[in-house]
């Protein structure tokens, strides 16, 4: 009698991998949200989540840079408190800060694709600061429709505020992607 063997059902070693990393930004970036400070004269904090952002788009690449936000997201809307001040639900999408947390997938996709793993630390430094444009374009277009259509307004609210200390995020994020791609190619 000929027994069929059994294959036992195995996830792929890399996958796993990859699914970790994407949790890990998750992660990173609701941490980020707890550094929170906030600005007498507009309703959006500053946090570090940016930094993490634009590091999941350059790191895991476009595509899994983007899902780590997306996956970030749905935490957030499922209850769990990973928005800034601890706030979570489906509410926050539609708040002064929900254009910001919107724009974070697609920040991490583009920095994803402009990012270069052979290019140097200036090139990077260029492809997140052009990466993190999203998430001050959405929220302030997001912003204008919360304050009436008033788009002038909304970008000294919601754009104008943020230029240095998101240069400066960037510069971490470039520098710190730059030095770990130069570890990891010795």
């Given at each position: 009698m000929n027994v069929p063997k059994i294959r036992a059902m195995s996830i792929d070693d890399s996958l796993l991998?990859?699914?970790i990393a994407v949790t890990i930004f998750s992660l990173l970036t609701a941490a980020g949200a707890w550094i929170e400070i906030p600005l007498p004269f507009t309703p959006v904090p500053i946090t570090l989540q940016t930094v993490f952002v634009?590091?999941?788009g350059a790191s895991l690449g476009a595509k899994r840079g983007a899902l780590?936000?997306?996956m970030y997201l749905f935490y957030g809307i499922c209850?769990?408190?990973?928005?800034?001040g601890g706030a979570s639900s489906f509410m926050q999408l539609l708040g002064p800060s929900g254009?910001?947390?919107?724009?974070?997938?697609v920040a991490a996709f583009l920095t994803g694709l402009l990012v270069?793993?052979?290019k140097s630390f200036y090139w990077n430094l260029g492809a997140c600061i052009i990466g993190s444009l999203p998430i001050l374009l959405m929220g302030s277009l997001q912003l204008?429709?919360?304050i009436g259509g008033n788009l002038a307004e909304a970008f000294k609210l919601g754009f104008i505020p943020?230029?240095?200390g998101d240069f400066i995020k960037c510069v971490l994020s470039a520098a710190a992607f730059t030095a770990s791609k130069k570890i990891m190619s010795k």
């Open positions: 991998k990859q699914f634009i590091l999941a780590s936000q997306i209850g769990l408190p990973v928005f800034a254009g910001y947390l919107l724009g974070f997938p270069s793993r052979e204008n429709i919360l943020f230029i240095a």
